[in-house]
């Protein structure tokens, strides 16, 4: 028995576009609702240029 997003999977062509692996394209182009964000990476929670103090108990040297 084939279910209907299996038929619909098979209707599609199951296969990815040569568009899809453009290297000069994000895995995402959040356009429109943009559901990821811009497809940015995550930023660093303790980015190098913080100063350092007492406080946060930062390592020696820095």
């Keep these: 028995m084939v279910s209907e997003t299996h038929r619909r999977f098979l209707a599609d062509g199951g296969h990815i576009s040569y568009g899809a692996l453009a290297k000069d394209k994000p895995a995402c182009d959040a356009g429109g609702g943009q559901p990821y ?10 980015p190098s240029n913080r ?3 007492v406080y946060h ?6």
Excluded: T
């Design 51 to 53: 100063g350092c103090s």
């Design 37 to 46: 964000g811009k497809c940015l990476p995550a930023r660093s929670g303790n």
């Design 57 to 62: 108990k930062c390592r020696v040297g820095n």
